[in-house]
């Protein structure tokens, strides 16, 4: 189940499996007559989940979290199904802080997350599509598949899936410096793209060859993670299991306008040494200087991609799948 439009509509789609749309909308930050707006979609969401459930006569409910959840947990905890909920992130939303009252279980990414559900806590690790599993350790193959040159660093750019506009705009402003050091992979998003393309056609004739512009990838997202040296991200909750699946360091700078969550996420690879944060307002300037730092000292570089690469938890989707099991069977 999911809101009509989503990402996890698409997501869904593409993965065949099938998708049941429910009302619902965001409360916490929105303007008094959005959220009271916001409040009756949940209450609808709530209603056409009570059905849902009904129709569909599940053993168990596994939700990862967002406004979207709430009006689902809520219908499942009234007609006594259990649900599992997980937690990507480092530090729990209000959201989930609240339906983890109405859950069996909540799924965590560390052990330095349990101490927020007392008694509810199981540490399963971040679930990694077996796609990325697969690639650990298969840089040249990556590289190939992708049309890139097997002896130059490959920088990896992107900004979550609707893409950043601020990573965009300090990436295009050091363009022409980087592409002297390294190859570019670089995914935009859809907003940024017109800009993205006239920016690669106005690139001298010897650069426009190492710099790779998309504006989304979908399967081939995994082999670009692999093909990386280094990757330059937002630090949405994939970057806790995808970077460390992989041993990939990174630049994070957290989308000022998450709420804290992201802002947590950077901070928790950046203190074990897997990742170097910067403030989203200081790209601009200190993106280049960063880069190029980091790839012109492989001691470095070598040193946090050990560091990313001990707090890979492969087995995270079988650990949610047992956990799943356990209350489909005995509640």
Not at 144 to 157: K, S, T, Y
Request: charged share 15%; hydrophobic share 50%.
């Amino acid at each position: 189940m999911g809101v009509a439009g989503s990402v996890e509509e698409e997501l869904a789609a593409r993965a065949a499996v099938p998708f049941e749309a429910i009302e619902s909308g965001q409360v916490r930050g929105m303007s008094p007559w959005v959220a009271a707006r916001n409040l009756l979609k949940a209450g609808r969401g709530v209603r056409q989940a009570t059905r849902l459930l009904a129709q569909f006569r599940p053993d168990v409910v596994f939700v990862t979290g967002g406004f979207v959840a709430g009006p689902v947990v809520l219908a499942a905890w009234r007609a006594g199904v259990p649900v599992f909920i997980y937690l990507p992130d480092v530090e729990p939303g209000l959201a989930i802080r609240r339906m983890s009252r109405f859950a069996r279980g909540v799924g965590v990414t560390f052990p330095e997350v349990a101490r927020w559900f007392p008694g509810k806590a199981v540490v399963t690790g971040y679930p990694v599509r077996q796609e990325i599993l697969t690639l650990a350790g298969q840089r040249d193959l990556a590289r190939q598949r992708l049309g890139l040159l097997a002896d130059l660093p490959v920088l990896l750019i992107f900004g979550g899936s609707r893409g950043a506009r601020s990573i965009n705009q300090a990436l295009a402003h050091a363009l022409p410096e980087l592409l002297l050091h390294c190859q570019v992979v670089h995914i935009s998003g859809a907003l940024d793209w017109p800009t993205v393309e006239m920016q690669a056609q106005g690139l001298a004739d010897e650069l426009r060859p190492r710099y790779h512009a998309y504006p989304y990838l979908h399967s081939e997202m995994p082999l670009a993670l692999a093909a990386a040296n280094l990757a330059v991200a937002r630090a949405g909750a994939s970057t806790l299991g995808e970077f460390p699946a992989l041993g990939l360091p990174s630049i994070l700078a957290p989308y000022p306008y998450s709420g804290q969550h992201q802002e947590v996420n950077a901070d928790y690879l950046a203190q074990r040494g897997a990742a170097i944060k910067l403030p989203d307002s200081a790209l601009s300037a200190q993106l280049a200087p960063t880069v190029l730092r980091l790839l012109q000292n492989p001691t470095e570089l070598a040193a946090m991609s050990k560091a990313a690469r001990s707090l890979a938890q492969p087995t995270a989707a079988e650990a949610i799948g047992q956990e799943l099991r356990r209350l489909a069977q005995h509640g």
